[in-house]
């Protein structure tokens, strides 16, 4: 009986961008290796998005939820980043119980916009002002971690912070192409020390 459930979920196809095996650059798992899947499909349209190539998932292959889990797996990862695009845009429920039984802990990276779905270890939450998060999925947050351009962006992270639980951990994140956040993020933190500091510590490396 389980074997046909975990056959029916192998068989759910996602529209995958790219799959692979890194270390996570950012947030509170920075520096540990972490397998990364990216799903196509995004509606929250951040003009500085990074991974615009991501939004259109007709133009990404429906890929086997099998085929993922197995290449994850293989790889002796310990957990797998879910991230997009917009992954809640899918019904992440077969994708991460299949991990999640193969031995991986699961983590997403979602702006929040639509209803959180699967069994996830680990919530990281970007709230996105093109696209609000929902008030629904804040009790689920383990990490708050807010790209930051200009003030605005630090007053919209407070905003974010308030609907948290208590024990989230809470992140300013300087937009890459924008040095001048990083003045800007550190006097905030240095005033307020609730908040830490997420770089983007794979692109130092330049790793993906
Ligand atoms: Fe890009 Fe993420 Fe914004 Fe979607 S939510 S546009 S993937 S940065």
Not at 21 to 50: L, P, S
Request: hydrophobic fraction near 35%; charged fraction near 25%.
């Amino acid at each position: 009986m389980e074997k046909a459930g975990n056959l029916e979920m192998d068989a759910v196809e996602y529209p995958l961008v790219e799959d692979f095996y890194t270390i996570q650059g950012e947030g509170a798992h920075t520096g540990r290796a972490a397998y990364f899947i990216r799903t196509a499909g995004c509606d929250v349209n951040c003009w500085w998005c990074d991974v615009k190539e991501s939004w259109d998932e007709e133009k990404h292959p429906m890929t086997r939820t099998g085929d993922i889990v197995k290449r994850a797996v293989d790889s002796g990862a310990e957990f797998a980043v879910i991230t997009g695009g917009e992954p809640l845009l899918h019904n992440l429920e077969p994708l991460s119980v299949r991990l999640k039984q193969e031995g991986l802990d699961v983590h997403i990276e979602t702006s929040g916009s639509s209803p959180l779905s699967g069994q996830l270890d680990w919530v990281t939450l970007s709230p996105k002002r093109f696209k609000k998060p929902l008030d629904e999925n804040f009790p689920y947050v383990d990490e708050l971690k807010v790209v930051v351009l200009k003030n605005k962006d630090i007053e919209w992270a407070e905003l974010n912070a308030k609907k948290c639980p208590p024990s989230t951990q809470l992140l300013l994140q300087p937009e890459w192409e924008t040095p001048s956040s990083v003045k800007l993020i550190v006097d905030y933190v240095k005033k307020n020390p609730q908040w830490g500091i997420s770089l983007q510590t794979h692109k130092f490396m330049n790793v993906p």
